[in-house]
C-alpha cells in the first residue's frame, strides 16, 4: 500500500509531524483545518507554512474551509485517514425523507469523518478524542461512543481505542487521550485479527498493545453494539473501559495497566533566561495563591439550594521533578489550571513560555512562532502529544509490510 494520508480537523500539524519524524515515507495528500467563528485562523496559516497546502482531485485548494462544504469525492485517494475531532453530542434521528436516512445535529465533525469514510473508504484510521468520549453523555453513559462504533461497524470497520496517558510513555505531560484505531475487515490485518483471541489483541497483537505496551488487564466485558445507528442514539448504553476492541458489533473491553516508561520530568522542558512578562508580577501573588489553594464556598443553586463547593489544592508552584499536568486551551492565563513554576535560574515564579508549551506537546521549538502568545498556548492546548503519534506510526508501518 502507498503511504498517503487524509488529515482532517489538522489543527497545527501534530499528526503530520508525528508521521514526518517516522522518515517512512509518509506523504500527506489533504488536510483540512478550520476554526469556526475565529476571523483568523491561526493554525490553518501556522499549518500552511510548515507545509504549504494540498490541492483536490480538480486541482482546487480548500483546505481552510468549513470541511461540510467540501465534496467529499474530490479529497485525493489515502491510505490513513487521520484526525483529533471534538468531543460532542452525536445524537441521530431519522430524515424526514427516508427512513433509511440518518440526520446528526448540525455542526457535529463526527459526520464529516463517516463521510469521507463513504466516499474515499480508506484502509485505516487513527482517530483522537478526549477520554470522557467513553462515558459520555452522563445521562446515557457510552452512548456516543457506541454510535461512533456503530458508524465504523456499518461501513466494514473493526476498531481498537485505547486511553493513553503520555506521561506513562515518555513524555513531560500527564495527558489521557483515547486513541482510536479503525480499520477495514477485508484488509490482511483485519483478517488477521479476526482469527486472534481478545487477549491476544488486547495485549500484545493489536496495535494499540504494541503501541502502548500492557503491563496489565483485568478481566475482559463483552457487549454488542448494532448497526442502526439511530436504535444506538435512541438507547445504547455500556461502560467502555480504557482499553478494548469491536469487531462486527461485538465488544470486548478491559481495564489494561500500562507498561510504564521512565517519566519525564517537567524540569527537562524549562527553559533559561526567558523574558520578563513571563513572570508573576508580586501584587498578583495573593490572586494565584487563592486559585490554586482549597476552597469552601457557600453557594445557592438557580432552584435556592443552598450547598457546599469545594476544591482540593492544586500544587503551587508545579513540581520540577514529575511530568506537568495535562496543559489546556487556558495556559497562562490567570486560573487555577495555568502551570506556575519555580524558575530555575532566578528563583522566581512565572509561566510556561510558548516554547516550552510546545515542548510538553512534542513539538520543535517555535513551531507556533508567528502568532499572538495567547493563541500559541491554545494551539498547544488544543494539540495531542506528537511524540503518541509516532508511537502508533511505527506499528503502522509494520503493518502495511504484511498489506498487499
Known sequence: MEKKICELFAGVGGFRCGFDRLGSGWDTVWFSQWEPGAKKQWAYACYARHFGTCGDLNGEVHNGEDISTVDKRTIPDHTLLVGGFPCQDYSVAHTLASS??????????????????????????????????????????????????????????????????????????????VFIFAYRDDTAYGRAMAQASPDKILTSEGLMARAFPVAALEQIREGAVGADIVAVSEGFAFDFENAGFMRQGRICTAKATALEEPPV??????????????????????????????????????????????????????????????????????????????????????????????????????????????????????????????????????ILVEEP
Not at 145 to 168: D, H, K, P, Q, T
Request: hydrophobic content about 40%; aromatic content about 10%.
Open 100 to 177: 433509511h436516512g440518518i440526520e446528526g445535529k448540525k455542526g457535529v465533525l463526527w459526520w464529516q469523518i463517516r463521510d469521507v469514510l463513504i466516499a474515499k473508504r480508506p484502509p485505516f484510521c487513527v482517530f483522537e478524542n478526549v477520554d470522557r468520549l467513553l462515558r459520555s453523555p452522563a445521562k446515557q453513559r457510552g452512548r456516543d461512543f457506541g454510535i461512533i462504533l456503530a458508524c465504523l461497524a456499518e461501513r466494514g470497520y473493526s476498531v481498537e481505542w485505547r486511553v493513553v496517558n503520555a506521561a506513562e510513555y515518555g513524555a513531560a505531560q500527564r495527558r489521557r487521550r
Open 265 to 398: 520530568p517537567l524540569a527537562r522542558i524549562l527553559q533559561r533566561d526567558v523574558e520578563e512578562k513571563f513572570y508573576i508580577p508580586q501584587e498578583k501573588l495573593e490572586k494565584w495563591e487563592y486559585l490554586k489553594g482549597a476552597k469552601k464556598i457557600p453557594r445557592t443553586a438557580a432552584n435556592g439550594h443552598e450547598y457546599m463547593f469545594s476544591e482540593g489544592p492544586v500544587a503551587f508552584p508545579d513540581p520540577w521533578d514529575r511530568p506537568a499536568r495535562t496543559m489546556l486551551t487556558s495556559e497562562s492565563t490567570l486560573n487555577r489550571s495555568t502551570h506556575v513554576v519555580l524558575d530555575p535560574g532566578t528563583g522566581r515564579l512565572r509561566l510556561l513560555t510558548p516554547v516550552e508549551a510546545e515542548r510538553l506537546q512534542g513539538f520543535d521549538d517555535h513551531w507556533t512562532a508567528g502568532m499572538p502568545d495567547r493563541m500559541r498556548y491554545f494551539c498547544m492546548g488544543n494539540a495531542l502529544v506528537v511524540d503518541m503519534v509516532t508511537r502508533m506510526g511505527r506499528v503502522l508501518d509494520q
